[in-house]
């Protein structure tokens, strides 16, 4: 199905002597220059009522521009009334808390049962939006914020900020082994050569940097705090496996969980049965997309991940040198 879209505006004459594809991204701002670029060169672009298809050509000034193109939206996904742990919302943007255990996007094996049926529910107008205005995911296991554009407008600047790395995001989790400082992981990411949903660190992938710090040092793991400066598939999984130090509970990335000698029952038993890695989008900052306003939002750490971080905690006192 395609949502048909219609502008028209005159060229200023401050603009003469423009690239076109600039000029229209700076006359119709809530489209994002590489897709007015696009429509260009489709023919669904005129100029005085004629079609031009080249990007490059030089405009004058006081021409009047139409647009005539549509936006393809994906295959309609059924709306289920699946509960939202909705953070805030307004007419442009909403922020929600994610579980674990929800997938968020559709895909093979994955046909319902996921955020974005949940949002054709709770806001049935978001099927116009392009992938009902989610612009970055979190994994099945991963808990915590998402922010989801509920307009196109909002959709397009919220992707660009996320290009910009002008929204920021912050992670809680609790890492195998005792690390000694907080520092940087700049190392590439791609597809993993021979397992296909795997990702890994490989010099020809994309660029991938990830930030962290020491939260709490526990007797054979560490609590960190993390900022994506970049935003790869499974980046944080990948980078802490990459430095050796895997996330607790990752079932892709970690191994199984190897208790620590003279840990308690209760701790091996809950790190047995902590079947997910221990990753919670603690905290989310952005400009809003529309209004221009700061906004930070932060989600409380689940109660899985606060009980095995108390279990090390106790763990740690319990085995301190006599």
């Not at 690239?19 to 991204?25: E, G, H, K, M, V």
């Not at 895909?107 to 612009?135: K, M």
């Not at 700061?294 to 319990?318: F, H, I, S, Y």
């Amino acid at each position: 199905m395609n949502q048909a879209i219609n502008l028209s505006g005159r060229v200023a004459l401050e603009q003469c002597d423009q690239r076109l594809d600039q000029t229209i991204a700076e006359l119709f701002t809530d489209y994002s220059r590489s897709r007015l670029k696009e429509w260009i060169m489709a023919g669904y672009v005129k100029v005085d009522g004629e079609i031009v298809t080249k990007a490059r050509i030089k405009v004058l000034g006081e021409e009047i521009i139409e647009v005539n193109a549509f936006i393809e939206l994906e295959e309609r996904h059924k709306a289920e009334d699946i509960p939202l742990n909705i953070v805030f919302e307004d007419e442009h943007i909403l922020v929600i808390n994610k579980p674990a255990g929800l997938v968020v996007h559709p895909g093979a094996g994955n046909g319902s049962g996921t955020i974005l049926n949940a949002l054709l529910h709770h806001h049935p107008e978001i099927d116009n939006v392009p992938r009902a205005g989610i612009v970055h995911r979190l994994d099945k296991d991963t808990s915590g914020l998402m922010v989801v554009a509920k307009t196109i407008p909002a959709q397009t600047k919220l992707v660009k900020m996320m290009q910009k790395r002008d929204i920021t995001r912050e992670y809680e989790a609790i890492a195998i082994g005792q690390m000694t400082a907080g520092g940087k992981i700049e190392a590439p990411i791609a597809r993993h050569p021979t397992r296909r949903t795997h990702m890994a660190v490989d010099p020809e992938g994309k660029e991938a940097i990830t930030r962290y710090r020491i939260a709490e040092k526990f007797r054979a793991h560490t609590r960190l705090r993390l900022r994506l400066e970049t935003g790869r598939t499974h980046q944080i999984r990948v980078h802490m496996s990459f430095m050796r130090h895997a996330l607790l509970g990752d079932p892709v990335y970690g191994g199984r969980p190897k208790p620590v000698r003279h840990s308690s029952p209760e701790l091996i038993g809950a790190m047995q049965d902590f079947k997910r890695q221990a990753l919670h989008a603690i905290k989310l900052q952005l400009v809003h997309p529309i209004t221009g306003e700061e906004m930070r939002w932060q989600a409380p750490v689940p109660d899985d991940m606060v009980k095995m971080a108390a279990l090390l905690r106790q763990d740690t006192l319990d085995n301190q040198p006599k």
